[in-house]
């Protein structure tokens, strides 16, 4: 599905189309789900979680425009923060709870690598200029929601420092972006 | 030297950075939002990164969701009742298994039941439900007489899937089903209820699922509600 078609689904889905939306969960429910799976790792909360993502994508249609995103990243990012937000909750109600099980290996496989377009080669070329402990804090920021807490623990530095490598890190990361 | 110190973009490019990856102290992020409300290129900033961070899910291989969860969504949002005969899939709270229509019936009974009708109080003594399949396919009569301690289903028409039973059970609120036992191949079943179960019966559910002879190995419902019904006083 292109940008353009993502655009015209979301914009009618903002006018109450249902067909609109129909389509639009038929094009990307399962990047969407598969991202859900990713960051929980179990499929009864996935598919809540998708659930809500979904009804929250009929709701906000209308504000698409408001941050500028593309129509991809918008649609990503409501699933990533959603699984995020229940991943805390459940972190939350089960303290000690050690997820580093649930982070499958960062680094993607032939195939995956074959696949990938310009862009994701892009990113994962700047997070490889990073030091490797510092591009895995990126990581699991964006895919596991870790707090500065939980970073500061795994890597085993005081909380302040954890901040300053990740801002550093985040400046080093954007400026190879932008190059 | 006077005036405000030169604009460090850095520095918002740092915060709309850890905005994005969701470090922000609940303060900070409410901060940065009132921000990007009023600063279009702020709002740039965070975009910029929403659009590199998304790259992260790339390489997550994509997986098709169950083929019930766009109904269930649906009925979230168009209040349309899920797919019938739909296997349970864990318990998800009374609306999902009987629909709209009957979700706003039951809450109109649950109010007339705790008020209006019974100016007594207390629980009726004789309650009383239909349990039946949308299509008419599957139909039991079922009367509770709480004096008694005993519920008696009777059916009318319709028969389990062969080689699977029909099993009963009482879903009060949002309490997960509590199987009544299995149902005798045919004619009508006697079931004792407690005094536990009996004060849940009024504005329950019954609701009848198909399942491997000799009943759910799991203790909860396994195989498709064929049929449903509401108790209400007599």
Same mark, same amino acid.
């Given at each position: 599905m292109t940008?353009?078609?993502l655009?015209?689904?979301?914009?009618?889905?903002?006018?109450?189309?249902?067909?609109?939306?129909g389509d !639009?969960?038929?094009g990307? /429910?399962?990047k969407?789900?598969?991202?859900?799976l990713?960051?929980?790792?179990?499929?009864?909360?996935?598919?809540?979680?998708?659930?809500?993502?979904y009804v929250?994508?009929?709701?906000?249609a209308?504000?698409?425009?408001v941050?500028?995103?593309?129509p &991809?990243?918008?649609?990503?990012?409501?699933?990533?923060n959603t699984a995020?937000d229940?991943?805390r909750?459940?972190?939350e109600a089960?303290?000690?709870?050690? *997820?580093?099980?649930?982070?499958?290996d960062?680094?993607p496989g032939?195939?995956?690598?074959?696949?990938q377009g310009?862009?994701?080669?892009?990113?994962?070329?700047?997070l490889? %200029?990073?030091n490797?402990?510092?591009a895995?804090a990126?990581?699991?920021a964006?895919?596991?929601?870790?707090?500065?807490a939980? #970073?500061?623990?795994r890597?085993?530095v005081?909380?302040?420092t &954890?901040?300053?490598?990740?801002?550093?890190?985040? @400046?080093q990361?954007?400026?190879?972006?932008?190059r | 030297?006077?005036?405000q110190?030169p604009?460090? %973009?850095?520095?918002?490019r740092?915060l709309?950075? %850890?905005?994005?990856?969701?470090?922000?102290?609940p303060?900070?992020?409410a !901060?940065?939002?009132a921000? &990007?409300q009023r600063?279009?290129?702020v709002r740039?900033?965070?975009?910029?990164?929403a %659009?590199?961070?998304?790259? #992260?899910?790339d390489?997550?291989?994509?997986a098709a969701?169950?083929?019930?969860l766009?109904?269930?969504?649906d009925?979230d949002l168009?209040g349309?009742?899920?797919?019938?005969?739909?296997p349970?899939?864990?318990?998800?709270?009374?609306?999902?298994?009987?629909?709209?229509?009957v979700?706003?019936?039951?809450?109109l009974?649950?109010? *007339?039941?705790?008020g209006l009708?019974?100016?007594?109080?207390g629980?009726p003594?004789?309650?009383?439900a239909?349990?039946?399949?949308e299509?008419? /396919? @599957?139909?039991?009569l079922?009367?509770?007489?709480a004096?008694?301690?005993?519920? #008696?289903?009777?059916?009318?028409?319709?028969?389990a899937p062969?080689g699977?039973?029909?099993?009963l059970?009482?879903i009060?609120?949002?309490n997960?089903?509590v199987?009544l036992?299995?149902?005798?191949?045919e004619?009508?079943?006697?079931?004792?209820i407690?005094a536990d179960?009996?004060?849940?019966m009024?504005g329950?559910?019954l609701?009848?699922?198909e399942?491997?002879?000799?009943g759910?190995?799991?203790?909860?419902?396994?195989?498709?509600?064929?049929? /449903?019904?509401?108790? /209400?006083?007599?």
């Amino acid at each position: 599905m292109t940008h353009d078609d993502l655009e015209q689904l979301i914009a009618r889905t903002a006018m109450g189309e249902r067909s609109a939306f129909g389509d !639009l969960y038929a094009g990307t /429910s399962a990047k969407l789900f598969g991202i859900c799976l990713r960051v929980l790792d179990d499929r009864a909360e996935a598919e809540e979680v998708a659930q809500e993502v979904y009804v929250k994508i009929w709701r906000h249609a209308d504000r698409y425009r408001v941050n500028g995103l593309s129509p &991809m990243t918008w649609l990503i990012t409501i699933a990533r923060n959603t699984a995020i937000d229940r991943l805390r909750r459940r972190r939350e109600a089960q303290p000690g709870l050690d *997820v580093a099980e649930t982070l499958a290996d960062p680094a993607p496989g032939p195939e995956a690598m074959a696949v990938q377009g310009g862009e994701r080669a892009h990113l994962a070329a700047c997070l490889g %200029e990073l030091n490797a402990n510092r591009a895995e804090a990126v990581r699991r920021a964006y895919l596991l929601g870790e707090t500065y807490a939980d #970073l500061a623990a795994r890597f085993d530095v005081p909380l302040n420092t &954890m901040r300053t490598w990740l801002r550093r890190s985040l @400046l080093q990361l954007k400026e190879c972006l932008t190059r | 030297m006077t005036g405000q110190p030169p604009y460090d %973009e850095d520095a918002d490019r740092v915060l709309a950075g %850890e905005y994005a990856l969701g470090l922000l102290s609940p303060e900070d992020a409410a !901060l940065f939002e009132a921000r &990007m409300q009023r600063l279009p290129h702020v709002r740039a900033l965070y975009a910029a990164w929403a %659009e590199d961070l998304a790259r #992260l899910t790339d390489d997550i291989p994509e997986a098709a969701p169950p083929a019930e969860l766009k109904p269930r969504i649906d009925a979230d949002l168009f209040g349309a009742a899920p797919t019938p005969r739909r296997p349970f899939a864990g318990w998800r709270g009374f609306g999902w298994l009987v629909g709209g229509a009957v979700a706003a019936a039951l809450a109109l009974l649950l109010a *007339v039941n705790t008020g209006l009708l019974d100016p007594q109080g207390g629980a009726p003594e004789q309650a009383a439900a239909t349990i039946a399949a949308e299509d008419g /396919s @599957l139909v039991l009569l079922a009367r509770y007489d709480a004096a008694a301690g005993r519920l #008696l289903v009777e059916r009318q028409t319709g028969t389990a899937p062969a080689g699977r039973v029909l099993e009963l059970w009482l879903i009060a609120g949002d309490n997960a089903p509590v199987s009544l036992g299995v149902l005798p191949p045919e004619g009508a079943a006697q079931v004792p209820i407690g005094a536990d179960l009996g004060a849940q019966m009024p504005g329950g559910l019954l609701a009848v699922s198909e399942e491997p002879p000799g009943g759910s190995p799991t203790g909860a419902p396994t195989g498709a509600v064929l049929a /449903s019904g509401v108790i /209400s006083p007599v």
